[in-house]
Every structure is written in structure tokens, then in C-alpha cells.
């Protein structure tokens, strides 16, 4: 007879109520995406990451970014366990406006999302916080720290950005994991805190 999986065996998750939530991590075109779920993911991270070219120039704005050579043309998808009954499945989106439809399919289901924001092309954010709320996902802005992005407080950032007084807003560099699972114990406050009593231990066949 097959004795019973490890718990021990990389990708298990154990046989426990849990709640299980599908985010989306978003923002713009050269935000830090891959780079946020690669940081956090605890198991082997998917990437759709391919080498830009000359076809993509007239689309994909470059301006802040010259290094950026390489752009998600899918999804990114990692996982992450912050509690032993509260297990993230994230998932990243491309950032560019032609990826609409595919941004559309990916935030289907989502429960809530992280929105990550540059200071140095704040405006640039607008279009993806509205397709947010255009979901009614409840999301957290996220803006990450790049060493030459000019810095601000957050009451500026506010400002800038619009924010509703009741959306979360942290700084952090998607390099670093201790501020990036800060911002997403934020986002699953922010998420449970919406969800009713019932809704918080989600069936097996989440996300």
C-alpha cells in the first residue's frame, strides 16, 4: 500500500482548511513585476519573459527605463504561504496596453491585486488603476524604490496618485523580500477585511 506524501516534498501543500487567494500583481510596462514574484515565490517561479526588439519600439515607451531589455509577454505566476491556512498564488500581468484582453483573463478571479508604481512615471499608473477598479478588485499601490527614482512621501504620492483615503500605500524595492511580503500581508488585509465571514475559507477549487 502507497504510504501517505510527504509533507517535507517541495510543492505539497498539506491537507488543511486553508484560504487560498488568487492575486494579480500589476502595474506598468519596466515596473518590477517579474521581479516582485520572483523575490517571494517559494517554489520554482513561471516567467514569459522575451527579448525585446525593434518590432516592439514604436509600442513599448522606454523613457526612464534604458536598461530594460527584456518584457513579460504572458503571465509571471509564483506562490506564496504567509500563514499555514493563508496560501497567495500570484500572478503577474504584461504591462503594455496591447496585452489587454490577456490582462483581462489573467485578473479573472482574482481576489484582489498589487499595483506597483514607478516615481519616476507615476502618470503611467493611471491606466492600470482603473482597469483595477474596473474588475472591483480592492488593491494596495506598491511603489518601488529604483536607486534613481526620485523619492517622496507617501502624502505626495497620494496626491499624486488620487488615492481613496482607504487604499493602502507602501515603498518598497521588489528586491528585497522583506518589504515586498509586507506589502502583500497589506493587500490580504485589505482583501479580508471586504470578504464576508463565510467567503474567508475558501472551497478546494480555489483560486
Not at 513561471?46 to 516592439?56: G, I, R
Not at 503594455?96 to 482574482?110: C, E, K, M, S, T
Not at 497620494?158 to 483615503?165: E, G, I, S, V
Request: hydrophobic share 40%.
Amino acid at each position: 500500500m502507497d504510504s501517505a506524501p510527504s509533507t517535507d516534498r517541495i510543492g505539497y501543500l498539506p491537507d488543511r482548511d486553508q484560504t487560498l487567494m488568487k492575486i494579480v500583481v500589476t502595474g506598468p510596462f519596466a515596473v518590477g513585476k517579474t521581479t516582485f514574484i520572483r523575490t517571494l515565490s517559494e517554489i520554482p517561479t513561471l516567467h514569459t519573459e522575451e527579448v525585446m526588439t525593434q518590432a516592439s519600439a514604436p509600442h513599448d515607451d522606454l523613457v526612464g527605463v534604458p536598461g530594460k531589455t527584456t518584457t513579460t509577454v504572458a503571465t509571471d505566476f509564483g506562490r506564496l504561504t504567509l500563514a499555514d491556512d493563508l496560501v497567495l498564488y500570484l500572478f503577474g500581468t504584461p504591462g503594455q496596453h496591447r496585452f489587454l484582453p490577456l490582462w483581462q483573463d489573467i485578473a479573472r478571479g482574482a481576489l484582489g491585486a498589487l499595483v506597483l508604481a514607478d516615481t519616476r512615471r507615476l502618470d503611467h499608473s493611471f491606466e492600470v488603476m482603473d482597469l483595477v477598479e474596473e474588475q472591483g478588485l480592492p488593491y494596495v499601490v506598491a511603489v518601488n524604490t529604483f536607486p534613481e527614482s526620485p523619492h517622496h512621501p507617501d502624502e505626495v504620492l497620494r496626491k499624486h496618485l488620487d488615492l481613496h483615503p482607504g487604499t493602502p500605500l507602501l515603498q518598497l524595492d521588489a528586491r528585497e523580500r522583506s518589504g515586498c511580503a509586507r506589502a502583500l500581508v497589506a493587500l490580504s488585509e485589505h482583501v479580508l477585511a471586504r470578504l464576508p465571514e463565510d467567503d474567508r475559507t475558501a472551497p478546494e477549487d480555489r483560486p
